[in-house]
């Protein structure tokens, strides 16, 4: 009898774990395994739109502690024009279920003269996101810390997901979609607004797309900062053909260059 009753306690909780990770996911018809973006990097020097570097994202069903789940990773690179400005190499991996509920996020990072390592792991004990969090500093030395905020917690490769997802016909211009970021130091709200449609065009392409818009926020020093606006493809994919992201030291672009295993047609390319 106690083997039973333990069974059926086993089962509600694996039960109500699997209820929270779908209410902190989202139902994904935007992307399959097998998805590999290319992008070429800009930085504005000195008026001049100058290539520094590349990154790719790619996106693979996978397996996390014995569960079906996708595996997302971003790297880029700057090239020695950016190196004599600032160093970038970084490396972001990202575990999911495959409704994009966020499990595992690690960025290592060499940013300047700063090397440094974020890990996050995400359960769902008793109905509440916990989180684990890790930090490897740039001297080298180990923070840990958990906290239990509850509510569902993403980082920056599991926003990038679940964002695909969203209808975009459901959508108003200057709607605010709350989105709770982490990573190994701390826990902040942060934002997407949409800012609309948009015809874009890529770089040294004639080709154009029909995109949304939508603007990546925080709040710093009291104040409300975008810090990346993306323009997705408006078709299924929402595939991100270009980004502009707003730095400490300057502004920068990423434009799509190359695709395969995309999950839709593009309806939205123009020519």
Known sequence: MKKIISLVIFLISLLSFSDVKAQCGIENTAFQSGEYLSYDLYFNWKFVWVKVGTASMSTVKSRYKGQDAYRASLITRGNNKLDNVFVMRDTLLSYTTL?????????????????????????????????????????????????????????????????????????????????????????????????????????????????????????????????????????????PVRLDMFLRFGSAKAYLTGMKGVRSPLTSKIK
């Open 99 to 239: 409704d994009v509920a966020p499990l595992y996020h690690r960025k290592g990072a060499k940013e300047g003269d700063r090397y440094y390592v974020d890990e996050l792991w995400y359960t769902y004990p008793n109905g509440r996101c916990t989180l684990r969090q890790h930090e490897i500093n740039s001297d080298g030395e180990h923070h840990w810390k958990t906290i239990a905020p509850g509510k569902c917690v993403y980082d920056m490769m599991s926003i990038y997901l679940r964002a695909r997802n969203f209808d975009g016909t459901k959508l108003k211009k200057g709607q605010k979609i709350v989105l709770p970021i982490a990573n190994a130091s701390h826990l902040q709200d942060t934002w997407l607004v949409y800012q609309g449609k948009e015809e874009v065009e890529m770089k040294n392409s004639n080709t154009k797309y029909r995109c949304l818009v939508l603007s990546f926020m925080e709040r710093e020093d009291g104040e409300e900062k975008e810090i990346i606006r993306f323009f997705v493809t408006d078709d299924q994919n929402h595939l």
